[in-house]
């Protein structure tokens, strides 16, 4: 009996101290992501990050679609 007590503490020890690595390298990896700005296109009105947007006249756009339809495609 003394055995298999000792092999369950064993497994929850183990099992908090890999839970508590995994938490710590989740908050690590957070840390290091940054923060990218969001804008709202001209046209539609949907919101998204700042580097898949298409910038035309100081006005955002979501797609090419919709930068065309604004009439400042230059096509």
Not at 48 to 72: D, F, K, T, V
């Amino acid at each position: 009996m003394t055995k298999y007590l000792l092999l369950l503490a064993l497994g929850l020890l183990a099992w908090w101290a890999w839970r508590g690595l995994r938490k710590s390298a989740g908050t690590a990896a957070q840390g290091d992501r940054e923060v990218e700005r969001m804008v709202q296109c001209a046209h539609c009105g949907v919101n998204q990050p700042i580097s898949e947007s298409l910038l035309a006249n100081g006005r955002y756009y979501c797609c090419a679609a919709h930068l065309r339809e604004s009439g400042h495609g230059g096509d």
